[in-house]
């Protein structure tokens, strides 16, 4: 079974503080990604990365920064929190197909609040 | 550009009913990759299916069936004598080949709730 697991369920931080938020999956997928989820909205893609220290921007990305120092593991970064970043952020992973898409599987997601 | 679209924001039932749930895509590539996921309380995404573009047939899983039509650009969701525990949103999701990593342009979700 893929495992895509998230640091946190919920987190609360103040606006202006550097929020990480973590991602680690165990299948040796090659692509991660993080989406934001709002209500009305649906999933944006922020952020994805295809490989280590290798990052695309998606749909969405200021505001936002990422790492991937590791396979397993793909980072989103709020370098200064603000309001309107408050929501449910969601990563998930998938092998690089040759070509293909291949299915995403997603992490049970962390909500985030800024005050 | 991609899109999706899901017009029915929220849909009640009873238990046992039929539900359909729609989806509606837009692109431009000939190749494309079309997937639902579910969305229970809890709030993790799970995979139900992927289809891609060049495969119309027809899919059916149990009480869930799914209909392919390229020529309407849609990718249906069918689920028969629906269950409490179908209660979800339900997320349309496409992709398009593009050789590597590609995320996914999501719907905006149908909220599916069934009524014992």
């Known amino acids: 079974d893929v495992k895509v697991t998230q640091s946190s369920r919920y987190l609360v931080k103040r606006t202006g503080e550097k929020v990480f938020l973590e991602c680690v999956q165990d299948?040796?997928?090659?692509?991660m990604f993080w989406y934001r989820q709002d209500p009305g909205l649906g999933l944006r893609l922020i952020y994805f990365?295809?490989?280590?220290?290798?990052?695309e921007k998606g749909d969405i990305p200021e505001g936002y920064s990422v790492s991937r120092e590791k396979k397993e593991r793909f980072s989103l970064i709020l370098e200064s929190a603000s309001t309107n970043q408050t929501s449910m952020y969601l990563c998930a992973s998938s092998f690089l197909a040759g070509g293909n898409t291949d299915t995403q599987y997603f992490g049970p997601g962390t909500r985030l609040t800024v005050l | 550009a991609q899109k999706v679209t899901q017009a029915q924001t929220e849909i009640s039932v009873v238990e046992k009913e039929d539900v359909t749930l729609d989806c509606v895509y837009e692109t431009r590539d000939t190749t494309y990759y079309l997937f639902w996921y579910k969305q229970p309380p809890s709030g993790e995404l799970v995979f139900l299916i992927r289809?891609?573009?060049?495969?119309?047939q027809n899919e059916i899983s149990g009480r869930y069936s799914w209909n392919f039509q390229k020529s309407t650009s849609s990718f249906n969701f069918t689920i028969t004598a629906s269950q409490v525990v179908d209660s979800a949103v339900y997320f349309c999701a496409l992709s398009e080949s593009g050789g590597g990593a590609d995320g996914l342009t999501f719907g905006k979700g149908t909220h599916l709730i069934i009524q014992p």
């Open positions: 299948m040796d997928h090659e692509n």
């Open positions: 990365s295809y490989d280590v220290k290798m990052k």
């Open positions: 289809r891609n573009s060049f495969d119309e």
